[in-house]
């Protein structure tokens, strides 16, 4: 069954592709290369440049919504929790709405352990550094690299977008009123 449903579509794709080149045959060759460029170019701006965006967007948007912050920020709370009941010692391990059973507990010597922070070791600080300078140069070139493409994708479409067939009248039409053949010299007063 799998085979016919593919042979199907090659047939309808093939039909279609048929159909489609005799229509473009009938506007003539340039109307017709000029109607597979734009297609093809449309295609491709389409598929490279603006499906990845959207598709980057997307997700961005819905990781945005459908984050959930509170599972997060409880877990977080409890390893805090957990850390300074650790620190602390049995004192302060019940929770709120509970009670001791027994006084003992609470006449315990009580002393908290001094907690120390050192300075990070040299080496790793060097390492740390040189990875964040990697990522920084690889974050630079990104964005150059997105850059260069978003230019070449405006020139593109400024390039395609204007290719008339009255452009150089145009053009002709604006160099002979601004800069007329009689043009011999600058004439001061």
Do not use: H
């Not at 490279?48 to 959930?68: D, E, G, N, R, T």
């Not at 120390?116 to 040299?122: A, E, K, S, Y």
């Amino acid at each position: 069954m799998r085979i016919f449903a593919w042979l199907l579509l090659i047939i309808c794709l093939g039909i279609a592709v048929t159909f489609t080149t005799f229509y473009g045959v009938m506007f003539g060759e340039a109307t017709c290369k000029k109607w597979l460029s734009s297609l093809f170019l449309s295609f491709f701006i389409s598929v490279l440049l603006a499906q990845p965006i959207k598709v980057l967007l997307l997700a961005v948007f819905f990781s945005f919504i459908c984050k959930s912050t509170d599972r997060v920020d409880q877990i977080e709370i409890f390893e805090e929790e957990d850390r300074i009941i650790q620190t602390l010692g049995k004192r302060y391990q019940l929770r709120m709405d509970r009670e001791y059973l027994n006084n003992n507990y609470l006449s315990d010597d009580f002393r908290p352990q001094r907690l120390v922070i050192l300075p990070p070791d040299p080496s790793d600080l060097a390492r740390a550094r040189a990875y964040r300078l990697k990522q920084r140069r690889a974050n630079d070139i990104i964005r150059e690299v997105i850059l260069y493409v978003f230019f070449l994708t405006l020139l593109l479409i400024v390039s395609l977008d204007f290719r008339d067939a009255n452009g150089f009248l145009l053009k002709s039409s604006l160099q002979n009123l601004f800069f007329p053949s009689s043009f011999q010299s600058v004439s001061t007063f």
